[in-house]
Nanobody
Framework: QVQLVESGGGLVQPGGSLRLSCVAS????????MGWYRQAPGKQRELVAT???????NYADSVKGRFTISRDNAKNTMSLQMNSLKPEDTAIYYC?????????????????WGQGTQVTVSS
């Protein structure tokens, strides 16, 4: 089994900062692309940022210059540093990983999600 666990969400004032973390554990043997997605009330889940195993980053236009994604391949962790937060950044943030893992039927590749962490930006 593979599990992704996020942490670091909370309540912050506009202009403030938060750092989200995601840890992957289980029977994976390679993590390809990792990413952060978010879903605000009444809206569809959207991409925030992704990062490849080689460190290539991609950001949604709405967060460019404010958010920074990073990962530690040795520790199977990923982080999202969020600065200059705005009320419109309020959402549940989800960790996502495209990874290869061992199963009872041999090696498999799949897409996994964490349970989400709430980020609220409000004065």
């Amino acid at each position: 089994q593979v599990q992704l666990v996020e942490s670091g969400g909370g309540l912050v004032q506009p202009g403030g900062s938060l750092r989200l973390s995601c840890v992957a554990s289980g029977s994976m043997f390679r993590i390809n692309v990792m990413g952060w997605y978010r879903q605000a009330p009444g809206k569809q889940r959207e991409l925030v940022a992704t990062i490849t195993s080689g460190g290539i980053e991609n950001y949604a236009d709405s967060v460019k210059g404010r958010f920074t994604i990073s990962r530690d391949n040795a520790k199977n962790t990923m982080s999202l540093q969020m600065n200059s937060l705005k009320p419109e950044d309020t959402a549940i943030y989800y960790c996502n990983a495209d990874l290869s893992f061992h199963s009872n039927w041999g090696a498999r590749r799949g897409d996994f999600w964490g349970q989400g962490t709430q980020v609220t930006v409000s004065s």
